[in-house]
């Protein structure tokens, strides 16, 4: 009985194909829509995460200053010494590495080409941190800090601006005032949340303090890179990092910190959550078009009730039961809608995967949101052709038949 009644469905549906066309508009916009919603949704999701994870494994960063913005200025603060990266990292058994950086902008030449780059000073382990991987060349080592050589590493934004195409290894470019060796070419990073991660060089901290900027003070440390073990509690571990430097930095218990510990974990989940919250509310607009979709049914299937009431008469007459007849009408509301939840799938499909080229998000298909969205679309031509068919049904044969 089913089979049958689908197949009259079909056969009523085509006799009118642009009647059907309109009916079903609203069901497939409001499925495509929520499906893209969600799927670029999560891609955006999963992009954040990846940039946030391309700055570092588990990093935090320590910094002068109580925060961002203008009520955490560092104007003033005194920085952080080698020393104090030496004591978080012997007391803290949570902390896998830690690297003491200094960064300047500098002048930087090669023949005639000249910009101001970003120069970091640092150690060795500042690469395991931050997840920086080599292309062309080599790191430089421990045996370079200790004896200050003159060699760096450079991002391919750097590479590009200064060398064009050449290869920029074994050459010697003009940072400030000191001649420094290129000894490898980073891989590329792209563009994160706080720019170009490209557009760096990284030396040695001894060759940055002695050859570039000076020492003028033990306090000439700008930030410190910390890496957490896996599966450490990064709230207590900032709490041990706040515990160690508000004793090294002699600040009172009426003291705020003049310093500030930046998460990337932290920073990932609340971005992430802030676009799942968005992606919610972008889909729950979406979903009012189901809604209209259904209305559209409803009216449709009242009106096909109308033209065919002589129909159901004679079914009637002949011993069709009200039973029969509302089924009829229902799997014929429903097969409306699901033809519109598959078109408005394959739509979906397509706009998601040539939007996400375009906004440059991952795009991966979610077969239980395109379920749930099908499921939902059949739903709704159950639920609003329900009223049609029940109305359908309640006809009286001697009425039906004598309907013109």
């Known amino acids: 009985m089913i089979w049958n009644a689908f197949a009259i469905a079909l056969r009523e549906i085509s006799r009118n194909m642009t009647r059907a066309f309109l009916t079903v508009l609203g069901i497939f916009i409001g499925v495509a829509s929520i499906i893209t919603m969600v799927t670029l949704g999560e891609g955006a999701t999963q992009a954040v995460k990846e940039q946030i994870s391309s700055l570092g494994s588990n990093l935090l960063t320590l910094r002068p200053g109580s925060g961002f913005g203008s009520r955490g200025s560092s104007a003033g603060v005194p920085h952080f010494t080698e020393k104090d990266a030496v004591a978080l990292g012997d007391q803290i058994s949570s902390i896998a590495a830690i690297a003491p950086v200094n960064m300047a902008s500098l002048s930087t030449i ?24 080599l292309a062309e060349g080599r790191f430089f080592t421990e045996g370079d800090v200790r004896s200050g050589t003159a060699v760096c590493v450079i991002g391919n934004t750097v590479r590009t601006e200064l060398f064009g195409d050449a290869d920029p290894l074994g050459s010697k470019i003009r940072i400030g005032r000191a001649s420094v060796e290129i000894i490898g070419l980073l891989a590329t ?36 890179s910390i890496s957490a073990v896996e599966g450490t509690d990064s709230i207590r571990l900032i709490d041990e990092i706040s515990r160690i430097m508000r004793a090294r930095r002699n600040l009172e218990s009426n003291q705020d910190n003049d310093f500030n510990v930046f998460d990337t974990r932290q920073i990932a989940e609340t971005l992430g959550s802030t676009t799942q919250l968005m992606t919610m509310l972008l889909t729950a607009v979406a979903a009012v078009s189901l809604l209209v979709g259904g209305i559209g049914i409803m009216n449709i299937m009242l009106v096909s009730v109308t033209e065919r009431t002589h129909e159901i008469g004679i079914r009637l007459a002949i011993g069709a039961s009200a039973r029969e007849v509302l089924l009829q009408f229902l799997v014929e ?23 996400a080229q375009v906004i440059k998000v991952p795009f991966h298909f979610n077969f239980q949101i395109n379920l749930i969205a099908f499921l939902f679309s059949a739903a709704v031509g159950v639920l609003f052709g329900y009223t049609p068919a029940r109305r359908a049904a309640r006809l009286n044969p001697i009425d039906a038949l004598r309907h013109e």
């Not at 509301?333 to 040539?354: E, K, N, Q």
């Open 333 to 355: 509301a429903m097969t409306l809608s699901c033809i519109g939840g598959i078109v408005g799938i394959l739509l979906a499909l397509g706009l998601c995967y040539g939007l």
């Open 189 to 224: 990073k792209g563009q994160a949340g706080m720019g170009d991660q490209d557009d760096t060089i990284i030396m040695p901290l001894s060759a940055l303090q002695r050859r570039l900027i000076g020492k003028v003070s033990a306090n000439d440390i700008s930030q410190i």
């Open 110 to 133: 090669y023949g005639h080409n000249a910009r101001i780059s970003n120069v970091t000073g640092t150690t060795p382990i500042y690469f395991q941190i931050n997840k920086w991987h």
